[in-house]
Nanobody, 123 residues
Framework: QLQASGGGLAQAGGSLRLSCAAS????????TGWFRQAPGKEREFVAT????????RYADSLKGRFTISKDNAKNTVYLQMDSLKPEDTAVYYC??????????????????WGQGTQVTVSS
């Protein structure tokens, strides 16, 4: 089970930190990722991190503004979002993958999904 939290309203240029807490069969999961879906758009990849080794990948358009990290002891993944823009407005989902790939960015490779948390950035 994945529980996403930390969404809310931010002004352009501001910051938010999302959390994704995992519980249950965490031993079968190798990576956790963040995706987002804006109204009328497809769900898109944001970032991913591998639990063992810590390999990370970001969507090219978000490099330098978003930072993904993890706390193994808490089974929690974070997404620090800085320099927010109105176009970052979306529902953000965390997801867990059983894939053994070093980095997992494809939506179809994620097996478990959280409920989503709304992020709204005002101009």
């Amino acid at each position: 089970q994945l529980q996403a939290s930390g969404g809310g309203l931010a002004q352009a240029g501001g910051s938010l930190r999302l959390s994704c807490a995992a519980s249950g069969r965490t031993y079968s999961v190798y990576s956790t990722g963040w995706f987002r879906q804006a109204p009328g758009k497809e769900r898109e990849f944001v970032a991913t991190i591998r639990w063992s080794g810590g390999s990370i990948r970001y969507a090219d358009s978000l490099k330098g503004r978003f930072t993904i990290s993890k706390d193994n002891a808490k089974n929690t993944v974070y997404l620090q979002m800085d320099s927010l823009k109105p176009e970052d407005t979306a529902v953000y989902y965390c997801a867990a993958s059983k894939s053994t790939l070093v980095v997992v960015s494809a939506l179809r490779l994620y097996d478990y999904w959280g409920q989503g948390t709304q992020v709204t950035v005002s101009s």
